[in-house]
T-cell receptor
Framework: ETGVTQSPTHLIKTRGQQVTLRCSSQ?????VSWYQQALGQGPQFIFQ???????GRGNFPPRFSGLQFPNYSSELNVNALELDDSALYLC???????????????FGSGTRLTVV | AQTVTQSQPEMSVQEAETVTLSCTYD???????LFWYKQPPSRQMILVIR??????QNATENRFSVNFQKAAKSFSLKISDSQLGDAAMYFC???????????FGTGTSLTVIP
């Protein structure tokens, strides 16, 4: 089975620009979660998508938005980039949500975003 | 709100020796899961071990075991017979079944000395 694939692996953007990050979920998984990992920190939950709907959101402003497609792949969009948005963005897929943790989460290798 | 604290930013261990990584958490929830994840330079989060809060028995996965003290809200990871491939950043994580999300600590960087 294929794992979680994220693209691009690295990205440099200018403050104020917009960026789109992509994630292909593991085969058989229907849920995608996005996390932001700042340098020297643990990942922080941005939001989760289940059946193409947002299914939970962390403490991130509305300029962070997402999509999930019928094939369960997902996009993370960030508008009006700020310097503090520089981070590793991790995508994780799973089968089901919440209490179905037994099915496990699979993380991708992330996209390293640098905002200059 | 849930918080996870890892008080050891860096740890080192001699190859073949045993090391324990510490983690404490705070929550008012009764149904949750605790995890240890490993993040090597490849950046992918790799599951090391998982513990269900309702289980009193400590989880074990080969050379990895946990000491889960629910009343103390403590969840330490013991790595036995350390190998060079164990060198990585280790994150303790709390999973909220109500919030459908992980809460991660700040990580412990483990160095294995040959």
């Amino acid at each position: 089975e294929t794992g979680v694939t994220q693209s691009p692996t690295h990205l440099i953007k200018t403050r104020g620009q917009q960026v789109t990050l992509r994630c292909s979920s593991q085969s058989g998984h229907n849920t995608v979660s996005w996390y932001q990992q700042a340098l020297g920190q643990g990942p922080q939950f941005i939001f989760q998508y289940y059946r193409e709907e947002e299914n939970g959101r962390g403490n991130f402003p509305p300029r962070f938005s997402g999509l999930q497609f019928p094939n369960y792949s997902s996009e993370l969009n960030v508008n009006a980039l700020e310097l503090d948005d520089s981070a590793l963005y991790l995508c994780a897929s799973s089968r089901g949500t919440g209490g179905l943790v037994g099915y496990g989460y699979t993380f991708g290798s992330g996209t390293r975003l640098t905002v200059v | 709100a849930q918080t996870v604290t890892q008080s050891q930013p860096e740890m080192s261990v001699q190859e073949a020796e045993t090391v324990t990584l510490s983690c404490t958490y705070d929550t008012s929830e009764s149904d949750y899961y605790l995890f240890w994840y490993k993040q090597p330079p490849s950046r992918q989060m790799i599951l090391v071990i998982r513990q269900e809060a309702y289980k009193q028995q400590n989880a074990t996965e080969n050379r990895f075991s946990v000491n889960f003290q629910k009343a103390a809200k403590s969840f330490s990871l013991k790595i036995s017979d350390s190998q060079l491939g164990d060198a990585a950043m280790y994150f303790c994580a709390f999973f909220s079944t109500t919030g459908n999300q992980f809460y991660f600590g700040t990580g412990t960087s483990l160095t294995v000395i040959p």
